[in-house]
């Protein structure tokens, strides 16, 4: 009697060491694609951007072939405007990038930590 006792306890704590597993797999599963969104979403975001502001650049680089006098130093502040539009927007692509990164590996070392002291 206390053998087979043991034997189903044995195999109801098997079956939850399995749920454990599979809820710690759901959680990395829930986090790498809430992470993967928002990255896609900042990759949408910075092409719309930096769209605009190349088409801004351009603008003024023709601008300054096809107009002269006070029309040529407009264009020409037009072309530096898109430049720096290009510029910023890649700055702040590579940093949302970066962050998104970090906040994912942070939330990686948190499950790990917490399975870890689950185990003991």
Known sequence: MTEELEKKLNDLLGLKKQIEELATDKKKTDITSTFDERNRKTKVYFYIYFTVSLGIMLF????????????QIMSLFYAILGFEGTVLMKMWFHTMSSKLSILQEMKHMELRITELLQKK
């Open 60 to 71: 003024g680089i023709f601008g300054i072939y096809m107009n002269t006098g006070k029309y």
